[in-house]
């Protein structure tokens, strides 16, 4: 479950960024007056930056990169970030699609009503919010080019689809070559699922856009955005809508990676079974309203509650087997902390409700403090986006 290709570059850079263009104390630590320009410098500013984000809107043309570029490409949503000169610019679309038949007048309406969509083999792929809008009006579940974090052995078009929401968001870079940084998930502890393949297709079509692709793992991105001030130095656990995704790292090297294919969709799935609603419907009430922190009041919160339970349960058990069962375990003389980040974590009382079974499982290395990300749904995508900037030195 370690995997440690591809870092090798990313952690050689960052430690001799201590002895080099950052002072001692690591990247994070430097501050304007300290000697060294370039890129590095960029990416310690753009660590301190915050994310504005956007959902991207039909009708607006994508943007040609003139810098590196982080891209998140998740089982619920992708997501770009671009550094800007005051802050990171994150725009995200909708990883879901909707088909309907080719007919001229639907065509037509398409058009006028500034839908998101591309014609193949007689039929119109409408893509990110478009199809959710299109599937609610339908009250249908949209479909998705990724399931449980790689694509989706059961869409032969998901890739297509992928292309045309990245390229939605951004074009072939200004510079032929400029770094992209995407993020990709971890070998799951159990289950199915290919990294390669899914890293190996998606670094195919990046490529053929012009860029140099390299994949972060999505933990390590994490610990990337969050963990500058402790060395790069901690855990970082990525909860999306696929996967949960797990790093833990020490001075920026990514020591163990792991993901279990549960998070949002198998809590709405399990959730909506156990009460006899649709996963949809669950979904909504979910990120409408639910609070982890006080007792549930119906039956679809109490069913909410029990599947983050079980969810969190399964996600610390696999960190402590994988943690017990590795040699790579570094002696850490400092208790390390956790940071959560990505759409799952967000309810009210998550944390907590992670902090306090934390409490039951002895960790190899002690935990200093549970912590939540500062931008839960963009914390992948800065992270890339640090690591292409490093990388672009
Ligand atoms: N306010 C909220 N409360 C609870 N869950 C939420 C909220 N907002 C979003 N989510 C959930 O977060 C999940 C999506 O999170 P995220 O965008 O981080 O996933 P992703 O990166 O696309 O997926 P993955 O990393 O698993 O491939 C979905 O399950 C969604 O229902
Ligand atoms: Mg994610």
Known sequence: MTNDKGYENLQEKLNAAGSTTYPKGGPASATSSDKGEGLKREAVDALKKSVVSSEKSTGED?????????????????VVAQNKK??????????????????????????????????????????GHSAQNFANMFNVNTRRPMQEG?????????????????????QKPKNFGEILSFSVHGDPFEGAGSVVYHESVLKGYLGSLGYTPIAINEGMATVLTELSDDDFTGIGVSMGGGMCNVCLSYLSFPVITFSIQKAGDYID???GKAVGEPASRVKVMKEEGLDLSQNPKDRVS???????????????????????????????????PIVLSGGTAMPKG???????????????VEI????????????TAKGALIMAMTEAV
């Not at 040609?64 to 089982?75: A, E, F, H, K, N």
């Not at 998550?350 to 190899?364: I, V």
């Open 302 to 336: 109490t069913a909410l509650h029990i599947f983050y339970d079980e969810l969190i349960m399964n996600l610390l058990e696999s960190l402590q087997r994988v943690m017990i069962s590795t040699e790579k375990i570094p002696k850490i003389a400092t208790p390390i």
């Open 86 to 127: 005051n802050h990171v610019q994150a725009v995200q679309n909708l990883n879901a699609f909707f088909t309907v038949p080719y007919a001229k007048f639907a065509k037509d309406i398409l058009d006028q009503n500034n839908v998101m969509y591309y014609e193949r083999d007689r039929q119109y792929y409408i893509i």
């Open 62 to 78: 994508a943007e040609q990169p003139s810098g590196p570029v982080g891209l998140d490409i998740g089982t619920s949503h992708i």
């Open 150 to 170: 790689f694509l989706s052995p059961k869409e032969e078009e998901g890739l297509s689809v992928i292309e045309a929401l990245v390229g939605s968001l951004i």
């Open 368 to 379: 200093s403090d549970v912590r939540l990300a500062d931008d839960l749904l963009n914390t």
């Open 350 to 364: 998550c944390k907590e409700k992670f902090e306090k079974m934390l409490r039951n499982f002895n960790l190899p």
């Open 269 to 271: 799935i399990m959730a």
